[in-house]
């Protein structure tokens, strides 16, 4: 008997519950996950300091940040699990003709993240019971498993966006390589980007609540210790985003034409093509754009002649919506740019004077710097998932194909919302009484 | 033994782990929410002491069981979760809710705060042990057909041996729990708390033994060829859990804490492989066996060797957070 042949594909009238729903479960888990990747480092870093010769403000930083890192990697951790359960629940087509395909990635995620559950416990309860240099070692594994699990699900997501390591005939999988999936095309550039923006995110996401420290008490050693630790980190990584984005985007221009095309609005293939910034694309051509002549084909080819293949090769049911990721990517990118002129602020001001700039503007764009780099990550997943559209599998399976047969999904949909909401409110009022509880040092004499 | 069966049986070793730490840290919320104002506090600290080092590794055997299942045996995966996709859903809100409402209640101070959040760790720890042992009820009485959301939405979790397997689920994780602190009430040096758990020990353990016994007739009506394999080649190991059942009660009449943690995990762990023997070789009763639900080989290899070098490096790691745990209250 052949399995595959009793899942047959339906209509699913609540399609959009079933998007909308996986959408809000990944958007609101990557957020607090980037965290569980990222933020360990600055912890260790801190303990490091104050085991080396820092002295009481780097320990003071080191377990206040350890205390947050506990409360968001719980929140982390429950929130992913649903994800696991949304791809049987909502995408089960997907699951029983790929499961055996994209599976193997997830299970080393699984691995990957145990590891780094069983040292956050470690670490954490281990603090005072633990000699400090052991303890210091057992961090390592938080980390290295924190980064192992992000490269291993996003490594699921990049065969999604480049499927290989499979035959398929008449719907049915054959001569499946696991290893040929989890190495495929778009891996190297996708894990990169994204390990990237959770080290970002967390820095200039720590780096936030600690200007906002500042600006209520500027004389704080604590905050301006942690500011410094956690921006520098996002700031020195900056310019390597910009670098892998650029990869990225040289790869979209061989490897998934169309999503290039929707990035940039372009609806006709030419030679030659401009460089579109910001801009509205609608009814099949950009408005208010400024545009760069040749520019897309000296970025996506590093040749000004080169062709860039337009929306137009595709039929219009096999085209992304055009309007959202183009937009998305413009967000992506500037929040980018302006992180990477805070950065520059940041290093200019360091090189003349030996510390931070003193300026008011200069604290607020820090405090705006921690949600925008927030904003850029899902700008960037937007581009990503919405590019693909309308295949789950790029050119393989469509989103419609992979749905579950169940009736009733806007039920779960709206449960979830709700659930979310309580789940969030938690989560701050947690983390603002966590912060309130802890001193504070107060200005130095 | 294929390697489609030796991923299965590490699956199940995965499943059977859950069962006794994850299913105990569930117990515990039970205890939690029906602490009472007495001891409430001291059994509450307990409670925070002990599981607050370890829930969230022995939550992680959960998703391992999972994603091991969508890789090895695809359509099992999607056959179950598009027909169990209520209680699933259920389970899913359930784990959400009960892991921050745990990890808020430690973070804060507030007395009122920590009431509220307590109350959510404690009903979620009931509600999502009762939908998995639904989940499993569903499964083992061959309610789960093959195909895309094919079996009845509601009839697949809503019927006698899913609310048998629901309510055993809940009373079983309270017996561990109950089991295990009372061990760990020992460590506090306080006597009333030590016999404040060991009392609950006894009490959910002669219920849920008494409902084991009327679930037979349950699982006899409900579900025949549950019945008949776990009369048949199963038999052992139903034999087997209800004597280290039996031998649990004596040894906590007896205070012996210790052992009884042992024949309590035995007797629990016996209910999940009795359970697993009496449906081999099917993974959806009645429809579709381990065989025919395999993916292809190359992935079951691969798994393999994963599940293997990650035993490698989870077991060692979760020993030496269990060590450290027990180590801090000493």
Redesign the interface.
Known sequence: ?N??D???A?DQPDLWAARAQMALSLAWHIVIACFGVGFPTLVLIAEYRSRHGGGAVYDALAHRWA?IL??L???G??????L??????LW??L???????L??P??????A???E??????Y???WD??PPTVHLLTGL?VVVGGIASAWFVVTANAWLNQPVGFTLTNGV???????AAILNPATPVETTHMILAAFMVSGFGVAAAHAWGLRRNPASQLHRTGFLIAFSLGAILTPAQIVVGDAAAQFLATNQPIKLAAIEGLYQSQRGAPLSIGGIPVDGAMHFALQIPDGLSLLAFRDPNALVVGLDTVPAADRPPVLPVHLAFQVMVAIGFGLLALGAWLAWSWWRRRDMPRSRRFILAAIAAGPGAVVAMEAGWMVTELGRQPWIVYRVMRVEDAV?????LPI?FF??IG?YL??TA??I??LR??LA?MPEDGPPS | MTTADAILFLTWAGLTAYALFGGADFGAGFWDLTAGRRQGAAIRDLIEDTI???W??N??W???A???V???F??V???????L?IP??L???G??????G???RK????PD?RRR?GMIFGLSSIVTPFFLGAIAGGVASGRVP?????GD?IGSWLNPTSVLGGVLAVGLCAFLAAVYLTSDARRTGDAALVEAFRGRALASGLTVGTGALLGIVVIHADAPTLFAGLTAGALPLVVLSAVTGIASLALLARRRFALARGTAGLAVGAVLWGWAVAQYPYLLVGS?TID??A??P??LT??LI??L??AV??VP??V??FV??Q??RA
């Open positions: 008997m399995a595959i009793v899942f047959s339906v205390k506990g409360i990697f719980a929140v951790a429950v929130s992913g699990t649903i696991s359960f949304e791809m049987g629940i089960p087509r699951m029983a003709t790929f499961g055996s395909v599976g193997l997830f299970a080393i995620e699984g691995i993240f145990f590891i559950a069983i040292f956050i416990g470690i954490l309860y281990g019971r633990l594994p999988v054959s001569g499946v390589d696991p290893w579950t047969a169940a009736r009733g779960g449960t979830l659930v309580a789940l938690g989560t009022l947690v009484r966590t509880a | 607050g080092p370890v969230e590794a939550h992680v959960l998703i391992f999972i994603v091991v969508w890789t090895a695809p359509v995966f999607a056959a179950v979760a598009s027909t996709y699933l859903t389970v899913a809100i784990i959400i809710l009960r892991g921050s745990f990890a808020f973070s804060v101070a507030d705060l959040f093959p195909g895309n959301a094919a939405p579709l025919q639900a993916g292809p190359a992935t691969a798994l994963s599940l070098v990650g490096l989870v790691s979760m030496a957070l450290l745990a180590r801090s």
